[in-house]
């Protein structure tokens, strides 16, 4: 949607003329209100009437014409600007473009500055759009901006008018990043200073609203939303709005709510939504309707595209009937007859879905509409001919759309030569689908027939759907949207991964390295930033930032405390950064040099969770395989069954575990190493995989070491050494919960006194177990070992919490903002692995928001386990870390050892809950006790002075023989 001029305006044929008379005379005087006057008609050009505006520019051109004003020559030039905007609102674009090539071959104008011409180039950038030429159109819009930012006073109106459409433009493009930031420029320009272009500024927060819940950015569009209802209601306070502007923005307020409850699938608030818009159609003047029919229509295709999400086809349809109902133009024909298409797809009823889909891209292409949406009809269409059998017929499809997509000849055999430089760079999700969509029929096509062409084709369309994703991904937190599309793409390449002749080795390392490259960036960022960003501060510099920090966070602050406490973090942060810190080099990750640095005896085992199917990816020193598991349904459906039979102390787990590892782990079990290091990914998180039961009846625990991680790039990643912390062994806390709604944890206690007398660690038991306490230890200690409550909130993982003493939260909020240099964290507490699932972050727990803070491994619990076999596990956990045992290896013993010393508590419920998440490696000091150190120490100094005594009596006296 673009902010234009209204109406059509009738110009007097000799209007070009006139205009070439004025600008060849000789222009010597200048009028001091001449600023004003243009500034005036080109404000009024997008409000006034057409029959105003032609007799304002009337009056105008016959005063310059009696010479009683005269204009400059960049003066010239912005009125010639205006007079291109009525020749473009004319439909006679042609003229306008006339006249600015008239313009430039004129000696005296060449002489102007370059950005003189910013008006010039803007309306030709809109003489372009109209013309639906919209390469020239944007290269047109960029240039005006250029020019525009050269000024001293440029026209901020005009500029956001130029950077919005540009925006628009780049859409149409499918530059979505870029059309975004357009957007965003136009958005500041207007709230800053334009409050009072009310249709400008709908619009193009119309434009945002759309093109962030289009990215999936729901969070950014409801604080958009909340300034687009904030901004209605005081326009209609502050403002004398006509009743028919007033209505204008209440119906584009209401469409972008639509927009926004369809999209995160709220059907009652997009219901109410919808009653209010018909009120106000239904009681408006009949002026007010003809003009805005169109919103109500997509309104009803949002509530109509929700109905069909949630697979209640039905109720789809007759929303689309509702919307058939209204006037509608040839574009939206258009687009009720795709939606119908689109719901029949989804229902499976493909004769009908193909029926609809072929009479709305006839209308289409009658009309003349162009962009990304006869390009998605005419893929629907092939994939429906395949569906129905009709191959050839769906081939040809397939051929036409790539060769219309792309402006040049594209046969069956030049898809497997595409690259994405063929795409011009486009990168939105409406193109991302198509190439997804012809890559899943084409493979249909190749596995059906055994034809390598096709699946060559297949693989290439998903590889360059892949590149234009990592344009499209912003590197910041996925979105629901972004991880639909992109577990797409990876279901597309490891579907074809093991194809007879498809793939050479170099291709596989490739593709690995794509898929990598597309994962979600956000977590790996805040890793990064935590375990580099300090490594050359003191521990006292991060336990005073680590604090006030904390105290920030916790709110309900007054205004000079919350002051004074910024100040301070800031003054803080200012001498970190001054100190000499190390410098961390963030390379691109290299799927070779990590396989190449793996231990001979360690299988590291990814599994990636796609849009239908598991995969699992397999990866030794020497040897590297994917394999193609199972449906992700059936997998979901066994886990929760196992989940579900930690509750119940009998035999029940047996049949879900014994499924669970012939479906995820029984393909390559022969393949596996004594050490796994598991990568899971989606609900497989929730399942302790040394608990799974093989074919012999054994626990995977009885036959393998293993751990669980983050990433590759993580595991690869070496931590710095931060040689300013001399850190003790391990601090452990056991909080009372006396006179607070917490139960009291029945063993913690004895767990915490008994755990640090074996390791002479610290104790904080009681009221001495606090969160003060607990965050100024982060610095000081290798090990935290926390023996409390956890509490998880399904609703908003991020107000999950430790609980101290007294009650006092620690929210998972804050650990993500404080720097927690340790070297494991055990959390001794219920539940404190799980968490909520995050699109392409994974499992967003305590664990994990550890892990971002800076702690180097943890290690956690699945479920609820019974105290006192808590007590027993970590202690013996404790005995293999500090006989210097690699975690890994000292938690599977402990877990071993249970089994053992244990046999009528073999129930993975006891003994299998706690895991290992990140460096395995053993503490480097973790043998060395204060009294070691002190043994060490003076062992050192009687050797030293017993070697100078001996010297000393076997020296020789002078002259003794």
């Not at 905007?85 to 600015?100: R, V």
């Not at 007859?337 to 719901?343: E, K, Y």
């Amino acid at each position: 949607m673009i902010a234009k001029s209204k109406g059509n305006f009738s110009l007097i044929i000799g209007y070009l003329l006139v205009l070439f008379g004025f600008l060849l005379f000789p222009i010597l005087s200048w009028a001091q209100n001449n600023d004003s006057l243009l500034r005036r008609l080109e404000k009024q050009q997008f409000e006034n009437s057409p029959e105003q505006l032609l007799s304002q520019l009337q009056q105008v051109d016959e005063a310059l014409l009696n010479r009683k004003i005269t204009f400059s020559l960049p003066e010239n030039i912005r009125f010639a600007a205006i007079k291109m905007a009525y020749f473009n609102s004319n439909g006679e674009g042609d003229k306008g473009l006339l006249l600015a090539d008239s313009l430039q071959n004129i000696p005296e104008y060449k002489t102007l500055p370059e950005e003189a011409w910013a008006s010039i180039y803007f309306q030709k950038g809109d003489i372009y759009l109209y013309q639906e030429k919209m390469l020239e159109s944007s290269r047109n819009y960029a240039r005006a901006i250029q020019l525009y930012e050269l000024q001293a006073k440029p026209n901020f109106s005009e500029l956001a008018l130029c950077h919005n459409n540009l925006g628009y433009v780049q859409d149409i493009l499918g530059f979505q990043n870029r059309s975004k930031q357009s957007y965003y420029r136009a958005f500041e320009i207007w709230k800053t200073s334009h409050l009072d272009e009310f249709s400008n500024i709908s619009t193009v927060l119309n434009n945002l609203i759309f093109a962030e819940i289009e990215y999936g950015n729901y969070t950014a569009a409801e604080e958009l939303l909340a300034f687009f209802q904030r901004y209605v209601t005081e326009t209609k306070k502050s403002f004398g709005l006509s009743e028919i502007e007033e209505l204008d923005l209440e119906m584009k307020l209401l469409l972008n709510f639509s927009r926004f409850y369809g999209a995160t699938k709220n059907d009652r608030q997009l219901d109410r939504i919808l009653i209010q818009a018909e009120a106000i159609i239904r009681h408006a003047p009949r002026d007010f309707f003809e003009e805005q029919w169109g919103v109500m229509a997509a309104i009803y295709e949002e509530a109509g595209f929700l109905q069909k999400e949630m697979k209640n086809f039905q109720a789809a349809v007759g929303y689309y009937e509702r919307m058939k109902s209204l006037p509608l133009s040839g574009f939206f024909q258009m687009k009720y007859l795709a939606n119908q298409a689109i719901v029949y797809y989804d229902a499976g009823e493909n004769q009908k879905s193909l029926d609809y889909a072929q009479k709305s891209l006839s209308l289409l292409e009658r009309y003349g509409f162009g962009g990304s949406s006869g390009f998605s009809l005419q893929v629907l269409q092939a994939d429906l001919l395949n569906r129905l059998g009709e191959e050839g017929k769906s081939m040809e499809m397939l051929e036409k759309m790539l060769s219309d997509l792309l402006q040049k000849p594209i046969n069956r055999k030049g898809i497997a030569e595409l690259t994405y430089s063929d795409f011009k760079q486009l990168n939105n999700e409406r193109y991302l689908t198509i190439l997804i969509k012809s890559g899943q029929i084409l493979m249909r096509m190749g596995k059906k027939n055994s034809n390598l062409q096709d699946l060559s084709s297949s693989l290439n369309l998903f590889q360059v759907a892949g590149e234009m994703f990592q344009e499209y991904y912003l590197k910041g937190s996925y979105t629901q949207s972004l991880e639909e599309i992109n577990k797409q793409i990876q279901e597309g390449i490891f579907s074809l991964w093991n194809e007879n002749g498809l793939l050479t080795s170099e291709k596989k390392i490739r593709l690995l390295e794509l898929v990598e490259r597309n994962d979600s960036q956000q977590g790996w960022k805040k890793f990064l930033s935590k375990n580099e960003e300090f490594l050359g501060s003191t521990s006292e510099f991060l336990k005073e930032l680590n604090l006030k920090t904390i105290e920030l966070n916790q709110g309900q602050l007054s205004q000079g405390r919350e002051k004074s406490l910024r100040e301070e973090l800031h003054q803080i942060e200012k001498r970190i950064q001054e100190e000499e810190a190390y410098r961390f080099y963030n390379r691109p990750f290299d799927i070779l040099s990590f396989q190449r640095d793996l231990p001979p005896n360690l299988s590291v085992l990814k599994y990636l969770v796609t849009e239908k199917q598991i995969f699992a990816l397999l990866i030794h020193q020497n040897d590297l395989q994917v394999y193609s598991l199972a449906p992700v349904e059936m997998v979901n459906s066994w886990v929760e069954e196992f989940r579900n039979s930690m509750v119940r102390l009998d035999d029940s787990y047996r049949s879900p575990a014994a499924t669970l590892y012939r479906l995820l782990v029984s393909p390559f079990a022969e393949s596996l190493r004594e050490e796994i290091y598991i990568l899971p990914d989606d609900r497989l998180h929730g399942i302790p995989f040394e608990a799974l039961i093989d074919e012999k009846g054994d626990f995977l625990v009885q036959n393998h070491f293993m751990s669980y991680q983050q990433s590759f790039r993580e595991m690869a990643y070496e931590s710095p050494k931060n040689d300013r912390f001399g850190a003790d062994f391990l601090v452990a806390f056991a909080p009372d919960y006396q006179g607070t709604g917490y139960q009291a944890i029945k063993n913690n206690l004895e767990e915490v006194v008994n755990l640090t007398g074996l390791v002479d660690g610290k104790a904080m038991i009681g009221q001495h177990a606090n969160k003060t306490a607990f965050i100024n230890s982060l610095t000081d200690y290798q090990i935290h070992h926390l023996a409390m409550h956890a509490e998880q909130n399904p609703v908003n993982y991020e107000e999950s919490a430790l609980i101290f003493s007294g009650g006092d939260k620690l929210l998972l909020r804050d650990l993500y903002q404080v720097n927690f240099p340790s070297e494991l964290v055990v959390l001794s507490a219920c539940q404190t692995g799980m968490g909520k699932l995050m699109p392409g972050e994974g499992l967003m727990s305590l664990s994990k928001a550890l892990n971002l803070a800076g702690v180097k491994s943890t290690v956690y619990s699945l479920w609820a386990i019974p105290d006192k076999e808590t007590a027993e596990v970590m202690l013996n956990f404790y005995r293999g870390i500090k006989a210097g045992k690699p975690k890994h290896i000292a938690l599977i013993h402990a877990k071993r050892q249970f089994i053992q010393e244990n046999p009528l508590k073999n129930h993975p419920l006891f003994w299998s809950g706690f895991v290992l998440n990140g460096k395995t490696d053993p503490l480097s000091s973790s043998w060395w006790s204060k009294e070691a150190k002190f043994a060490m120490v003076f062992g050192c100094l009687g050797l030293v002075l017993g070697w100078i005594i001996f010297l000393r009596k076997s020296r020789k006296r002078p002259g003794s023989l």
